[in-house]
């Protein structure tokens, strides 16, 4: 079974920055973040893909803003979250998968298996 642990979150002013790391006991195909605010749907944030030709892929609503990348030596995921917004404060999970996942569906939740506990971020204005 694959573990997933995250960290990093915090409380931050509109504008700022936190990456996040996830700690995972094995690095998959795909690797991705959602979040999820009280009352919510969970949604995709990103998602790091090696299947075929890597590429990355982020929900238009962070798109410039976050950056998701890989250290495999350690089997991290990142997430750089930039220029912070209230909008963005939610609980964060990373998520992992192993088998093909469509291009379209990359970023739903029902696509993932494996996920962490969470982890909070808040940006307050």
């Known amino acids: 079974q694959v573990q997933l642990v995250e960290s990093g979150g915090g409380s931050v002013q509109a504008g700022g920055s936190l990456r996040l790391s996830c700690a995972a006991s094995?690095?998959?195909?795909?690797m991705a973040w959602f979040r999820q605010a009280p009352g919510k749907e969970r949604e995709g944030v990103a998602a790091a893909i090696r299947v075929g030709n890597s590429n990355t892929y982020y929900a238009d609503s962070v798109k410039g803003r976050f950056t998701i990348s890989q250290d495999n030596a350690k089997n991290t995921v990142y997430l750089q979250m930039d220029s912070l917004k209230p909008e963005d404060t939610a609980m964060y999970y990373c998520?992992?998968?192993?088998?093909?996942?469509?291009?379209?569906?990359?970023?739903?939740?029902?696509?993932?298996?494996?996920w962490g506990q969470g982890t909070q971020v808040t940006a307050s204005s």
């Open positions: 094995h690095s998959l195909a795909y």
């Open positions: 998520a992992a998968a192993a088998k093909f996942i469509p291009r379209a569906r990359v970023l739903f939740p029902s696509e993932y298996y494996y």
